[in-house]
């Protein structure tokens, strides 16, 4: 497996040291996980276990630089604070993790105000939780704004395309599923690394690390766990799309790859033979989406040096970033 | 379907659908003016009692309630708005049956109003009315002769003392009354529904007793009472009937929760208001106020929760990594909604029962759209 050499951010080190005694596996949990992305009914166990090496590399060196940035503040512990000014380049992705904080918050004041209980426990917890998420990002944003551009994202409203398309990937597949089949989908998506929080956490092995993340930056550690291992099925699914050839479509060749073609399968299958879309994402087709698209990927994207092709062409033809980010 | 895992806690709380027709009321339904003003005063000292008062099917004679609501509102805006101030505690003389929130309207014109029919034991009702579906009741019930109403209505004026919340402007701040005091948006007929009511889970309320108390001598000499001042800076206290749980603050302010009805909230807030009293303080029972309802019901089908978010993103979030059912914030009226693959809908956020059937109603025909086979 080489690729540790096809991410340019992963270290050697993280590598030989998840192979020495290390027993936690996500394998199985991200099979589940992929099929709830939208991957085929039973994801290939070669294909979660090299995701899940390229996710633990990420995280591992997130960690690292999240623990390098607290060192100068001189923190203790690694707070939510440095993990947002971490991906303070990329607005999208920032986006996103602001809007998943929101959301957070916004559930467990709905939940507190339907329970009797929860209400007292959260009464007796001390009565500053409320949005406490959404406060912390807004007075870490508040603080390192310069230009007024991140500040500016609280009340952008603009669709996020990626999460569209996914959205719109469920419904397409839910739509032919049976209530049965449903209700295993259901319970695939409800999968995630922060209902695995211990295993999660062990999974990451801090305890070599001076510096700990506390109890709101795990939460966000998991979720740029789950949005890597989304935006893998989600390239890993285009690139296997390209590969498939259309025998017999004249455009094939001119058809951009940025897009999942899900009217024209019944054709290609034909023409080809080959069932395109309900096989398994295959480990070639992760490895692939790695080369091609590495420094798109995970969270530390905004600070890789890359020279792929894309960043080598003029400007009109990187129409793969907005797709992907 | 095998559905929701664990973390689902509102799954609790959620009871079945309750049978479209509760039985009917010990009581004979028509009574004089003298009786209701005996009845009123037993009703009163019922709420200064202790304990076992609730009314142990009250919550299942609910639902009936809303279908009347709306014809009377539908029909007599000015006199629903009038009356209900009056009416709740008058008819707090079917005993065991909770029917304070209806407007005395009904409990006088019971023979023109088959809808209440299923409450009242009238003869003429029952038997022209019981097997009937609601969509026949709220026709005839719309046919009312708003007359006769408000002839009822000026009947009752001198009826009512003590606990009735005097001012007939903020009938709202009252928990027994339950007609909204605006008139009603136009209504979907109530058989869209197929009959599903959502059923109150919880009430949560407020009221001010308006005088300093001493927590630690409340704790020290209630029944059922905690005060743990490091971790938090109020009494908690407890009853049985109805199950409730109380915040009593030092600067005199309550919160009560737990209750199942508004009158259930209302009601144990003034016991608590009662134990405080009892302690030597000079404990008053101003401005009780709902501030959220939350009910549930069950549709009965799978949804496609998928589907959902997508045509209504505006108003859904559904992350179902974070929590397994979608999050809806219906705009009109202003409830939030929780809705379950399973087909179980909670809603929250109310402040009056009206807006919890209303929203439910709003969302039904939505959700039959997403129905998984």
């Given at each position: 497996?080489?690729?540790?050499?096809?991410?340019?951010?992963?270290?050697?080190?993280?590598?030989?040291?998840?192979?020495?005694?290390?027993?936690?596996?996500?394998?199985?949990?991200?099979?589940?996980?992929?099929?709830?992305?939208?991957?085929?009914?039973?994801?290939?166990?070669?294909?979660?276990?090299?995701?899940?090496?390229?996710?633990?590399?990420?995280?591992?060196?997130?960690?690292?630089?999240?623990?390098?940035?607290?060192?100068?503040?001189?923190?203790?512990?690694?707070?939510?604070?440095?993990?947002?000014?971490?991906?303070?380049?990329?607005?999208?992705?920032?986006?996103?993790?602001?809007?998943?904080?929101?959301?957070?918050?916004?559930?467990?004041?709905?939940?507190?105000?339907?329970?009797?209980?929860?209400?007292?426990?959260?009464?007796?917890?001390?009565?500053?939780?409320?949005?406490?998420?959404?406060?912390?990002?807004?007075?870490?944003?508040?603080?390192?704004?310069?230009?007024?551009?991140?500040?500016?994202?609280?009340?952008?409203?603009?669709?996020?395309?990626?999460?569209?398309?996914?959205?719109?990937?469920?419904?397409?597949?839910?739509?032919?599923?049976?209530?049965?089949?449903?209700?295993?989908?259901?319970?695939?998506?409800?999968?995630?690394?922060?209902?695995?929080?211990?295993?999660?956490?062990?999974?990451?092995?801090?305890?070599?690390?001076?510096?700990?993340?506390?109890?709101?930056?795990?939460?966000?550690?998991?979720?740029?766990?789950?949005?890597?291992?989304?935006?893998?099925?989600?390239?890993?699914?285009?690139?296997?799309?390209?590969?498939?050839?259309?025998?017999?479509?004249?455009?094939?060749?001119?058809?951009?790859?940025?897009?999942?073609?899900?009217?024209?399968?019944?054709?290609?299958?034909?023409?080809?033979?080959?069932?395109?879309?309900?096989?398994?994402?295959?480990?070639?087709?992760?490895?692939?989406?790695?080369?091609?698209?590495?420094?798109?990927?995970?969270?530390?994207?905004?600070?890789?040096?890359?020279?792929?092709?894309?960043?080598?062409?003029?400007?009109?033809?990187?129409?793969?970033?907005?797709?992907?980010? | 379907?095998?559905?929701?895992?664990?973390?689902?806690?509102?799954?609790?709380?959620?009871?079945?659908?309750?049978?479209?027709?509760?039985?009917?009321p010990p009581t004979?339904?028509?009574?004089?003016?003298?009786?209701?003003?005996?009845y009123?005063?037993l009703y009163?000292?019922q709420?200064?009692?202790?304990?076992?008062?609730?009314p142990?099917?009250?919550?299942?004679?609910?639902?009936?309630?809303?279908?009347?609501?709306?014809?009377?509102?539908?029909?007599?805006?000015?006199?629903?708005?009038?009356?209900?101030?009056?009416?709740?505690?008058?008819?707090g003389d079917f005993s065991s049956v909770d029917l304070?929130?209806?407007?005395?309207?009904?409990?006088?014109?019971?023979?023109?109003?088959?809808?209440?029919?299923?409450?009242?034991?009238?003869?003429?009702?029952?038997?022209?009315?019981?097997?009937?579906?609601?969509?026949?009741?709220?026709?005839?019930?719309?046919?009312?002769?708003?007359?006769?109403?408000?002839?009822?209505?000026?009947?009752?004026?001198?009826?009512?003392?003590?606990?009735?919340?005097?001012?007939?402007?903020?009938?709202?701040?009252?928990?027994?009354?339950?007609?909204?005091?605006?008139?009603?948006?136009?209504?979907?007929?109530?058989?869209?529904?197929?009959?599903?009511?959502?059923?109150?889970?919880?009430?949560?309320?407020?009221?001010?007793?308006?005088?300093?108390?001493?927590?630690?001598?409340?704790?020290?000499?209630?029944?059922?009472?905690?005060?743990?001042?490091?971790?938090?800076?109020?009494?908690?206290?407890?009853?049985?009937?109805?199950?409730?749980?109380?915040?009593?603050?030092?600067?005199?302010?309550?919160?009560?929760?737990?209750?199942?009805?508004?009158?259930?909230?209302?009601?144990?807030?003034?016991?608590?208001?009662?134990?405080?009293?009892?302690?030597?303080?000079?404990?008053?029972?101003?401005?009780?106020?709902?501030?959220?309802?939350?009910?549930?019901?069950?549709?009965?089908?799978?949804?496609?929760?998928?589907?959902?978010?997508?045509?209504?993103?505006?108003?859904?979030?559904?992350?179902?990594?974070?929590?397994?059912?979608?999050?809806?914030?219906?705009?009109?009226?202003?409830?939030?909604?929780?809705?379950?693959?399973?087909?179980?809908?909670?809603?929250?956020?109310?402040?009056?029962?009206?807006?919890?059937?209303?929203?439910?109603?709003?969302?039904?025909?939505?959700?039959?759209?997403?129905?998984?086979?």
């Amino acid at each position: 497996m080489n690729n540790t050499a096809a991410s340019p951010m992963s270290t050697a080190t993280s590598s030989s040291g998840r192979n020495t005694g290390k027993s936690i596996s996500f394998a199985t949990e991200l099979q589940s996980m992929m099929y709830s992305l939208g991957d085929a009914r039973r994801p290939l166990h070669e294909t979660a276990v090299l995701v899940e090496d390229v996710v633990h590399t990420q995280l591992i060196n997130l960690l690292q630089q999240a623990a390098e940035v607290s060192q100068l503040r001189g923190a203790r512990v690694i707070t939510p604070e440095d993990l947002l000014f971490l991906m303070r380049k990329d607005k999208k992705k920032l986006r996103r993790l602001l809007k998943y904080m929101f959301i957070r918050d916004y559930k467990s004041k709905i939940v507190k105000g339907i329970d009797e209980d929860d209400l007292l426990e959260d009464k007796l917890s001390g009565s500053n939780n409320t949005n406490k998420r959404q406060k912390i990002a807004q007075d870490f944003l508040n603080s390192i704004d310069q230009t007024g551009e991140l500040l500016a994202m609280f009340e952008d409203d603009e669709v996020d395309e990626v999460k569209q398309e996914r959205m719109e990937r469920a419904e397409r597949q839910t739509r032919i599923m049976d209530s049965a089949q449903y209700a295993e989908f259901c319970e695939s998506r409800q999968l995630s690394f922060s209902k695995k929080a211990s295993k999660f956490r062990d999974w990451l092995d801090c305890s070599s690390m001076e510096i700990k993340p506390n109890v709101v930056a795990m939460e966000i550690l998991a979720y740029l766990a789950y949005e890597t291992v989304a935006q893998l099925v989600d390239l890993a699914l285009l690139v296997r799309q390209d590969m498939v050839t259309k025998a017999g479509d004249p455009f094939s060749h001119a058809i951009s790859a940025t897009f999942i073609q899900y009217h024209n399968s019944a054709e290609s299958t034909a023409a080809c033979g080959v069932e395109a879309h309900s096989d398994a994402i295959q480990p070639c087709h992760i490895r692939e989406a790695i080369r091609r698209y590495s420094h798109k990927i995970g969270p530390l994207s905004p600070f890789t040096i890359s020279f792929s092709l894309t960043e080598c062409l003029p400007q009109e033809w990187d129409g793969f970033s907005s797709l992907l980010m | 379907m095998a559905s929701a895992p664990r973390p689902e806690r509102d799954l609790r709380l959620l009871a079945g659908c309750l049978p479209p027709y509760p039985p009917p009321p010990p009581t004979v339904g028509l009574l004089s003016m003298e009786q209701q003003e005996t009845y009123l005063e037993l009703y009163l000292d019922q709420c200064a009692a202790q304990d076992d008062l609730a009314p142990p099917r009250s919550p299942l004679f609910n639902p009936v309630v809303p279908y009347g609501m709306y014809i009377l509102n539908a029909s007599n805006p000015d006199t629903a708005f009038n009356s209900n101030p009056e009416v709740k505690e008058t008819s707090g003389d079917f005993s065991s049956v909770d029917l304070s929130f209806l407007p005395d309207e009904v409990t006088q014109e019971n023979k023109d109003q088959p809808v209440i029919s299923s409450r009242h034991e009238t003869e003429e009702n029952s038997e022209s009315q019981s097997p009937q579906s609601r969509l026949p009741s709220q026709d005839i019930g719309l046919g009312l002769n708003s007359s006769s109403l408000s002839n009822s209505h000026s009947q009752l004026h001198p009826g009512d003392t003590d606990s009735v919340q005097p001012s007939p402007e903020k009938p709202n701040s009252d928990s027994l009354s339950l007609a909204p005091i605006t008139p009603m948006t136009p209504m979907t007929p109530v058989s869209e529904c197929c009959g599903i009511v959502p059923q109150l889970q919880n009430i949560v309320s407020t009221v001010n007793l308006a005088c300093k108390l001493d927590l630690k001598k409340i704790a020290l000499h209630a029944k059922n009472a905690e005060y743990n001042p490091k971790r938090f800076a109020a009494v908690i206290m407890r009853i049985r009937e109805p199950r409730t749980t109380a915040l009593i603050f030092s600067s005199g302010k309550m919160v009560c929760t737990g209750a199942k009805s508004e009158e259930q909230s209302r009601l144990a807030a003034r016991k608590y208001a009662r134990v405080v009293q009892k302690l030597g303080f000079p404990a008053r029972f101003l401005d009780f106020k709902i501030q959220n309802m939350v009910g549930s019901c069950d549709v009965r089908f799978p949804i496609r929760l998928e589907g959902l978010v997508l045509t209504h993103q505006q108003f859904s979030s559904y992350e179902p990594e974070l929590f397994p059912g979608l999050i809806y914030r219906m705009v009109k009226p202003r409830i939030v909604l929780l809705i379950f693959v399973s087909g179980k809908v909670v809603l929250t956020g109310a402040k009056e029962r009206s807006e919890i059937y209303e929203a439910f109603e709003n969302i039904y025909p939505i959700l039959k759209g997403f129905k998984k086979a």
